[in-house]
């Protein structure tokens, strides 16, 4: 079961993603993660991949594709998997594609998780994060038992930059003209599948397991 995650950035893709791959016992992957296990174990892709980081560049798309390509031929990936933050935009998806079809194989779903962008802004803009320890808490669906003050470790709270309403309208700038093309992209492959993101995080996921089946 070959599975992509679509959705804005804090639509809640990254935590359907998690339980996905619990549920059906298969990896879940996300390009920031395969950037930095290549980097650390220093092969030729990871070594390729931090020349353009560290100039602040992008990694081209064929780049990211080899990357993706040779993580999801790795032994733990036979059963399938769920890709998330990847593809972004139309050339990353047909690269991989193409790709795909070179060993016979193709995804089976594309999950959308679809929540609107006042929902989203209203959804980040409340977040902190500890600036000790990193917790995360949101001001309505997860405070913290005294105002401004992490449960954890007691450190200073703060709205994170990414996550001023500002930055999130930026970004969601970005999803709608860059990655929102996949949705057709995907409906077009007969493969797409919309969940609505607003409701309950467990009810999104069984609406999820309603499509992949138990």
């Keep these: 079961m070959k599975i992509i995650m679509l959705g804005a950035p804090g639509a809640g893709k990254g935590t359907q993603a998690k339980k996905i791959a619990a549920k059906y016992d298969i990896p879940h992957i996300s390009t920031g993660d395969i950037f930095r296990a ?3 174990n ?3 892709l990871g070594k390729k991949a931090k020349t353009f980081m560290d100039q602040g560049l992008l990694v081209p798309d064929e780049l990211v594709v080899d990357l993706v ?4 031929n790795q032994e733990d990936c036979s059963k399938g998997y769920v890709l998330d933050g990847f593809p972004r935009t139309i050339p990353q998806a047909e ?4 790709a795909l079809a070179k060993m016979n194989q193709k995804m089976d779903y594309a ?3 679809e929540v609107p962008d006042e929902n989203i802004v209203q959804r980040m803009s409340g977040r902190r994060a500890c600036v000790d320890c990193g917790t995360t808490y949101h001001i309505v669906y997860a405070p913290t ?3 401004g003050i992490c449960d954890n470790c007691g ?3 703060i709205l994170r930059d990414d996550d001023k309403p500002e930055t999130v309208q930026k970004r969601l700038g970005v999803y709608h003209d860059q990655t ?3 949705i057709e992209y995907y409906t077009d492959k007969n493969i797409l599948v919309e969940v609505d993101g607003t409701i309950d995080i467990n009810d999104v996921f069984a609406e999820i397991v309603k499509v992949l089946g138990e």
């Design 38 to 40: 290549n980097i650390k």
């Design 95 to 98: 690269a991989l594609d193409a």
């Design 42 to 44: 220093g092969t030729e």
């Design 111 to 113: 999950i959308n998780v």
């Design 145 to 147: 038992k005294q105002e």
């Design 69 to 72: 390509v040779d993580r999801v």
């Design 180 to 182: 929102q093309p996949l």
């Design 155 to 157: 450190g200073n709270l």
